[in-house]
């Protein structure tokens, strides 16, 4: 075969495409990834998840220096801090990153095409790169174009005054006073990396909670705990306009439902009301294939397109936005084309948020089990109770598990407490072998450690906990 000739064509070369790409290589098709951007690795590695957590790492550590450690009989001179030192920690982890998926390219031999990828036809893609446009030909195309910031009327993101999470992961100095627009998973991260830092954070939030995909419980705990750490919130609010003519930015708000409105003054105003489906100029009018109501590429089961021979994978289609969603679809169809069975089980799929205390669900929440009319129980151990949890100076949160009522079958987790997101692993896992809350409470969990709240929990379902 000639190097314009592939089994496969991945466009865009994040979490969902570049796995797919590797996997694809793995089963022995022959594969290219076209990718835009002058690193791999996509929005995730470049300018979301890996620099958001290595900013929120860098912070926590600040914090804990400033505040905390005395607490542990540690004493330390005065801290301060190096912002730009910060960010080159930051820079440093994404280039690391970056780079690591270029050499499993090679070592996969995945063959890189940069520059615009253009489904022409079915099998067809043109790359239109700095050398100018050519054209490769392959038995299946994948779209993994990802998302872009969703853009609000009226408040328009210059990436310097009026940011989007892009801008806010790269601030040159602190902000005196930092607006959030938007109470979800960028607005409440990138709100304690900066109040951290000294700003003072004010999140704006159409809805009457935070984070609302979230279990109410949680979310309305999760706002308590954030505004003790400094961050002020307007809730059932919404932002009507923007002045950026003078130093700083001057935000008009009213009611969500109507009614009078405030200016709010900020030095930086960081847009966070979610993520668009990426298609522009992918030529997917002219190929004939179909968006749905929210412009993502309609897919069926199989993640075809309705033009056969047409994937796609990650933010680009419906369903959570997050990395390791796009990366198990990417294996997923990668699979499929090999002639493999490849599923997704999307009722296991974990969602975390990376403040402080932490913040991990799985499954479903009690507000979704009500409106489905599935009848639970609920099992719940505060971390307060646990032993490590006191031992670090971290008894925030709590561990929920909701489990059917007649069955015993885990359903949902919510967990609010540190390290959260690590410890979500194994819920996801019980969900993924079908265990019941029994299976949980009966597994031996290490002492002394955060996970026994799990344990606690799974026995709380059944009235039985030892340690409350
Ligand atoms: P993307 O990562 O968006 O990659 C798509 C790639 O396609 C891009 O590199 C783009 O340049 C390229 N592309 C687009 N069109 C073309 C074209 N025509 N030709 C060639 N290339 C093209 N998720 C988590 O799970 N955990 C987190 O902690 C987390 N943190 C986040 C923090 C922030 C600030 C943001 C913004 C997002 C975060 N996310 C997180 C979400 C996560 O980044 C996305 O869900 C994930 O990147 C989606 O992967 P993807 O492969 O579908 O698309
Ligand atoms: P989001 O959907 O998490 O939150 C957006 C928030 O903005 C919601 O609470 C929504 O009600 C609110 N909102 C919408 N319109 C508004 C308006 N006009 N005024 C005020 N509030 C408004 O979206 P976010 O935070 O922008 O992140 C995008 C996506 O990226 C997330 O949904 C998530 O999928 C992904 N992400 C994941 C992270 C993680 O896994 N830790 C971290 C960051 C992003």
């Known amino acids: 075969m000639s190097d314009t000739q592939y089994d496969l064509v991945v466009i865009g070369a994040g979490p969902g495409g570049y796995v797919c790409a590797i996997r694809a290589a793995q089963l022995g098709l022959r594969t290219a990834c076209v990718e835009m951007r002058g690193t791999l690795g996509g929005t995730c590695l470049n300018v979301g998840c890996i620099p958001s957590k290595a900013l929120l790492t860098a912070s926590e550590k600040y914090e804990e ?20 030192g910060l960010m080159a920690h930051k820079d440093g982890v994404v280039k690391s990153n970056t780079q690591g998926i270029e050499f499993l390219f090679k070592k996969n031999k995945v063959a890189w095409l940069r520059g615009r990828g253009v489904v022409k036809a079915p099998g067809v893609v043109s790359v239109e790169g700095e050398g100018g446009t050519s054209e490769v030909t392959t038995k299946a195309i994948v779209i993994a174009t990802g998302s872009d910031v969703m853009p609000l009327p009226g408040v328009a993101i210059d990436e310097t005054k009026i940011v989007s999470s892009t801008g806010a992961i790269a601030l040159e100095s602190v902000p005196r006073r930092f607006a ?21 954070v004010t999140v704006v939030e159409f809805l009457d909670r935070v984070l609302p995909g979230m279990d109410g419980e949680v979310s309305k705990h999760m706002q308590r705990v954030m505004a003790k750490q400094g961050l002020t919130f307007k809730l059932s609010t919404k932002v009507v306009g923007a002045d950026a003519s003078g130093e700083g930015v001057r935000l008009t708000l009213e009611p969500a439902a109507g009614g009078a409105q405030e200016t709010l003054e900020a030095d930086v105003v960081l847009v966070a009301i979610g993520r668009r489906p990426y298609t522009e100029g992918l030529g997917l009018e002219a190929a004939g294939v179909v968006l749905d109501e929210r412009r993502r590429v309609k897919i069926d089961a199989h993640f075809q397109t309705n033009v ?17 969603k796009a990366e198990e679809e990417g294996v997923a169809v990668a699979e499929i084309l090999a002639g493999q069975a490849g599923h997704v089980n999307y009722d296991a799929i974990p969602g975390v948020v990376y403040t402080w205390p932490e913040v991990a669900q799985v499954g479903k929440t009690e507000e979704q089990l009500k409106a489905e009319g599935i009848a639970y129980k609920v099992g719940k151990f505060p971390f307060s109770a646990n032993g490590r949890a006191r031992a670090m100076n971290s008894t925030e949160g709590f561990v929920k598990i909701l489990a059917d009522k007649t069955t015993d079958r885990v359903l949902g987790v919510h967990i609010l407490g540190p390290d959260a997101g690590n410890m979500i692993a194994e819920l996801s896992l019980a969900m993924e072998f079908g265990a019941s809350a029994e299976d949980i409470a009966r597994t031996s969990h290490a002492h002394p450690t955060l996970t026994e709240a799990i344990k606690e929990a799974a026995l709380a379902v059944d009235g039985r906990p030892i340690h409350i």
């Open 65 to 84: 220096a400033k505040h905390h450690l005395g607490a542990f009989g540690v004493k330390v001179g005065s801290v301060e801090l190096d912002l730009p």
């Open 180 to 200: 959030v627009i938007g109470g979800g998973y960028i607005g409440l991260e990138m709100g304690s990396v900066w109040a951290r830092l000294g700003a003072q």
């Open 308 to 324: 056969p021979g047409i994937y796609a994978i990650g933010d680009v289609v419906a369903g959570p936005m997050l990395a390791h």
